[in-house]
């Protein structure tokens, strides 16, 4: 099992949709979960980060985490051609994993 | 504010040659880390340091890796001999504290082994 799984996608979505993004992780000791977006042929860029069990919003972006369920998720409300990327989950135990990603799509 | 500087941007080498990436972290930032990024295998942590100090190299794939931080202001990444399988983008991050805090990427060095 890896220790963080995402589904590789691609996800397509309409634009003006909301996007939803999802991971699991398996350590269940881990205490920080990150989002990066990375578009292609550039690096990984933070976009939210969250450390406790519920919702966190930043503009179009929502963290959601639930530790009971080892799953983090990210929503992206109204979807614009521009959020057309790699996003990359990432869990903290002692040190950063990554998970392969998931590639989503946004078409006008 | 500088974020973190990667250099070179793109190296293309023929197997054998020694390569050398180097990292500049952000000002005040004292952990740094070296990643590995290949379609197959995704993003993979190759070694980080504390305060200039190697914690886990539990990354790096064999002796011909090698990693240093002489200061806080600077990082090298060193492969020697180099080979085709090490082809990919190596990506330096730093964060402030430890390793749990967010992770700031350099732009990485697209690495070609002829």
């Known amino acids: 099992q890896k220790e963080v799984e995402q589904n590789s996608g691609p996800l397509s979505v309409p634009e003006g949709a909301i996007a939803s993004l999802n991971c699991t992780y398996s350590?269940?000791?881990?205490?920080?979960f990150f989002w990066y977006r990375q578009y292609s042929g550039k690096s990984p860029e933070l976009i939210m980060f969250i450390y406790s069990n519920g919702d966190k919003e930043d503009g179009r972006f929502t963290a959601q985490l639930n530790k009971a369920s080892q799953y983090v998720s990210l929503l992206i409300r109204d979807s614009q051609p521009s959020d057309s990327a790699t996003y990359l989950c990432a869990v903290n135990t002692d040190k950063l994993i990554f998970g392969t990603g998931t590639r989503l799509q946004v078409f006008p | 504010d500088a974020g973190v500087i990667q250099s070179p941007r793109h190296e293309v080498t023929e197997m054998g040659q020694e390569v050398t990436l180097r990292c500049k972290p952000i000002?005040?930032?004292?952990?740094l880390f070296w990643y590995r990024q290949t379609m197959m295998r995704g993003l993979e942590l190759l070694i980080y340091f504390n305060n200039n100090v190697p914690i886990d190299d539990s990354g790096m794939p064999e002796d011909r890796f090698s990693a240093k931080m002489p200061n806080a202001s600077f990082s090298t990444l060193k492969i020697q001999p180099s080979e085709p399988r090490d082809s990919a983008v190596y990506f330096c991050?730093?964060?402030?504290?430890?390793?749990?805090?967010?992770?700031?990427f350099g732009d990485g060095t697209r690495l070609s082994i002829l």
């Open positions: 000002s005040g930032h004292n952990s």
């Open positions: 350590d269940r000791g881990s205490q920080s």
């Open positions: 991050a730093s964060s402030l504290g430890a390793s749990g805090g967010p992770q700031h």
